[in-house]
């Protein structure tokens, strides 16, 4: 029995969890058909993939793969929905990053790491398209008005600047960056921890829909797969390996979010984390994160464009109001603050007020006057200009 | 015309602004009494330092520095102050350290930065003791309710665990830290940048009044002296510098309390910094501050003693409520996703949801139903045990 090889990684990604590590290896040692042979006919080292394959088959009483793999492909089709495999031309190269972590990292916990062997997406745009500039905006489903107001607020920055925003479709936090994506105009992918025919969960339906209106309903598992605890984790990697960074804006001390967030440190992408009050627990986990190293803290949507984008792509520094002393040096801020209100005081006074010599206060004090600080008298004393600024204590502040 | 060292450090403090590098270099290479000498004689290398220094003489009136020296120790006392000089047995080691980054850093915004020459304090503790186990809290004026929240929660932690808490004495951050720590018994010091006969600002004299009861007010002016806005700069190493890390809570982008923290960074003192909303104002500073590195987020005052204590204090790591499931490997919880609340399947039907081997499910599913995860049927399949656990969906958050 013989089957080809886009037909073998359709079938592969039926008969086993996903990012599962032996599959990955067997697939890069002797590729999907041969891959796919070799498990079946039982002759690779890991019997308890050959095992579970074959009680998936049984279990869907399998008789042909082949046959079995191009059912998949109509049925996908029938659903409005296309299988899109690493054979395929829209196919991200970002996921084989992957399998680097995957060889590299022996941790139980990231075992599953291997890259999507298939998945179904929905939606028009092309997968490696919609994907090239995206970025992933994560965090707790039982997010606060103000992680939903953050999620928001970058979501449709990064949309305005045509950035992909990429999310888990889940309450809280991922529904506010797609809807705000939406609302910018924008395109957003969902990447799904079950099939694309029931995204869960069942009452984001008006969500997953306008989703798929522009952007995309992505997922490794099959139609009919149900929502398992443990696929959430898998899934985290692949919103991880499909965009350029991720963000994490709320997350408590457990939030799967987190392993996100691991997932793109171990992938060398940037890790990003929107702080928040310290008194909140939805943040307990973006707040550990940030102490780690390695973790940047973000609070704009340019600080993310800064991790993530082009060079040119920069953000602007944040800066205060700026206050007309500004433009003094220290020996002029000094001597500024020894001038007083109501008593015109010398060139002379004014130095020892400031702890400065009388040579400094008389070169620069005319300065002063002609910016409009200080007003000289006739005698060549000095008071305060008469303007509205805060006299005398002004701790900067 | 010759003084004794003690003597000649007041009047140097009284003579010139604090943190005067020149003034320090000269103090080091000469000691206190020669060091006065050459500079009344005028026979030193800054001519701006001895013309200043003949300004204050001659605006202050002074025809001998003995004299005046004695006068300024006299007045303190009447003021119920005294006056701590570096050869006095309660001068903390600490201020030593200004000296280094004095030298190192040719940067004009941090030149004043040498240790204070004399310390005026009022209060009864001993300077150096009272300094030894202390820890700076700071942060902006212009506070929210809950950066005072906070600080207060910090300070009160911290005392309670025998922490001073040093601060400004300011409004905000800065009153909540020294409030919560006199409401914790403990022991608390305002360093002021002005006199500390008239400690500003004049409406926290009620608490300045408290902060003696038990701690110390302490400033590098006379008394008499203004709190000229840049004296707050000059203050700011100090607070820095006399503590073993400083702690920043709210600031605005340009707060002087970021100034405090680049004084902490630069003496290789931890600089630690709370966030809080990214909506908010003050904390756009705070985050600025979390973006450098070397700078450590903390949220909880354990936090902060894991940074500034000795082996043996730490915090322990923030931990999310713990669930049944925690006790299983991922194999078990892989299983444990796919056993159905109604319909009782067999391990080779619940390896197969899961991606696992018979095998795998048969040795497993035993265990699972010992820890009463799951029921056993009379004919050997498993369904979920009837517990109150959130069935099938129940993705980390």
């Known amino acids: 029995m013989s089957v080809d090889g ?11 969890e996903p990012g599962n590590r032996e599959l990955g290896m067997l697939l890069r040692q002797h590729g999907p058909a041969r891959a796919l042979h070799l498990l079946l006919d039982g002759q690779q080292p890991s019997p308890a993939l050959v095992e579970s394959v074959h ?56 075992r599953d790491t291997d890259p999507p062997v298939c998945l179904w997406v929905r939606g028009a745009p092309l997968l490696a398209e919609a994907l090239d500039r995206s970025v992933a905006i994560v965090g707790s489903r039982a ?69 798929t209106d522009d952007g995309l309903l992505i997922s490794e598992w099959p139609p009919g ?31 799967g979010a987190r392993n996100t967030l ?34 940047m803290l973000v609070s704009r949507f340019d600080e993310v464009i800064e991790e993530i984008g082009a060079v040119g792509e920069l953000s602007a520094l944040p800066q205060g109001a700026e206050r007309p002393e500004d433009v003094l040096d220290a020996t002029g801020q000094r001597l500024l603050d020894a001038v007083q209100v ?24 005319p300065l002063l006057e002609m910016y409009g600080f200080v007003v000289a008298t006739e005698s060549g004393s000095y008071r305060l200009a008469p303007r509205p600024r805060t006299a005398e204590v002004t701790p900067q502040d």
Chains 1, 2 share one sequence.
Request: some cysteine; charged content about 20%; glycine content about 10%.
């Open 6 to 16: 886009r037909l073998a990684l359709i079938a592969l990604a039926c008969l086993v």
């Open 55 to 110: 009680g998936r088959l049984e279990t869907l009483a399998v008789h042909d793969v082949g046959r079995f793999a191009e059912e998949a492909l109509e049925h996908a089709a029938r659903l409005g929905a296309r299988i899109v495999t690493p054979l395929d031309e829209e196919w991200p190269m970002q996921f084989a990053d992957l399998a680097r972590i995957s060889r590299d990292d022996g941790d139980r916990q990231h």
């Open 143 to 211: 997010a606060s008005s103000y992680g939903q107001h953050v999620a928001g607020e970058l979501a449709y920055g990064l949309a305005m600047r045509d950035w992909t925003v990429v999310s888990g479709g889940a309450f809280g936090i991922d529904a506010a960056a797609h809807r705000a994506t939406i609302a910018a105009g924008g395109l957003t992918v969902a990447v799904l921890a079950c099939g694309v025919d029931k995204p869960y969960p069942v009452s984001h339906g008006g969500l997953f829909e306008q989703i």
């Open 225 to 255: 797969a149900a929502p398992y605890r443990m696929r959430f984790l898998t899934r985290n990697r692949v919103i991880a390996a499909a965009t350029r960074g991720t963000v994490m804006v709320e997350a408590g001390a457990r939030s």
């Open 262 to 295: 691991t997932h793109a440190r171990l992938l060398h992408r940037p890790a990003m984390v929107v702080p928040g009050p310290v008194t909140s627990a939805v943040s307990v986990g973006c707040h550990a994160e940030l102490r780690r190293p390695g973790t």
């Open 342 to 365: 109501r008593k015109a005081l010398s060139a002379e006074e004014i130095a020892a007020g400031a702890g400065l010599s009388g040579r400094e206060a008389r070169r620069t004090l």
